[in-house]
């Protein structure tokens, strides 16, 4: 597993902001099996269960808030990352509405003082993780392009809007690549991308979370928004694509120092009732009612990306389909609750030597 991504990730110090959540949970195990000396700062898990936890990581885990500046420093200097991926983020819509401030607080000025501490200590690459919710949804049936401008109806939305408008104003006043090597050695990305699932989440409010634990208690579960169009891909499959971009950056490949979207091919987004239909397939004692809430808050219907991007320039493709992405994902929580087995090893596994079997550039 050393040699993926033309091996660059060996012996490198990465360090990962949010790494207790359940994408960065993800990420350091695989930064890890590839030989990376993997630094997360992050607050505490969120959850019980945890990802993490469940994990027994050999990692440098730093419990601390990206709020706090001198933290960050002090981490920084001590560590000296080669590279920062920044996903530690209040990652909720629904509980952005119900405390805004910590939400802003945290997205924003979040990640301006992350990337305040990567400035003042010559952190080489930054890959900044925002969301699909970032663009202005004008609920089209076009996928959003990187140089569509931001947005955000909700609080959550908007401010992942305002962290990618953060990101390019660092990336033109203080890492223009035009200055590079010249008055600063820093390349830094962002990366935006859809509705993500797999083993190992429970944070609350999500759809396949909200299924596996009902079904974990014997419950039928409360299905809201039936008919929302959302681009569902596995975790492993942006996370390749963050993999790649920061490849790209330590590699000191200035054209890669930008916006990128990761998403599924078209037949990967279909509405919350279809990928309910879709995990009753792989375990039959799931159960569903819809919630018709009159009074429920506003959330898009309709998004999806335009990866051609990425497919072109990074030469970058997802892997698995829609049936493959939910049955990897149920199967992973039916063998926990039924066998308490973790299978992320597995699942790796199989990503990667499917990857090599399509030839995909970051697995050869």
Known sequence: MHNLFSGVYKDKTVLVTGHTGFKGSWLVYWLNKMGAKVVGYSLEAPTTPNHIGLLNLDIISIIGDIRDLDKLNMTFAKYTPDIVFHLAAQPLVRLSYENPIETYETNVMGTLKVLEACRANGVKAIVNITSDKAYENKEWIWGYRENDPMGGFDPYSSSKGCADLLVNSYRNSYFNIKNYKKTHNTLIASCRAGNVIGGGDWAKDRLITDIMISVSNNKKVSIRNPYATRPWQHVLEPLSGYLQVGQKLLEEKIEFSDAWNFGPSDEGSITVEEVVKNVIKHWDKIDYEINRDPNQLH??????????????????????????????????????????????????????????NKRIEWAI
């Open 299 to 356: 959330e898009a219907n309709l998004l999806k990306l335009d990866c051609s991007k990425a497919h072109i320039l990074l030469k970058w493709n997802d892997i698995w389909d829609s049936e493959k992405t939910f049955e990897k994902t149920v199967k992973w929580y039916k063998v926990f609750y039924e066998n308490s087995q973790v299978s992320t090893k597995d699942d790796l596994d199989s990503f990667i030597n499917d990857a090599k």
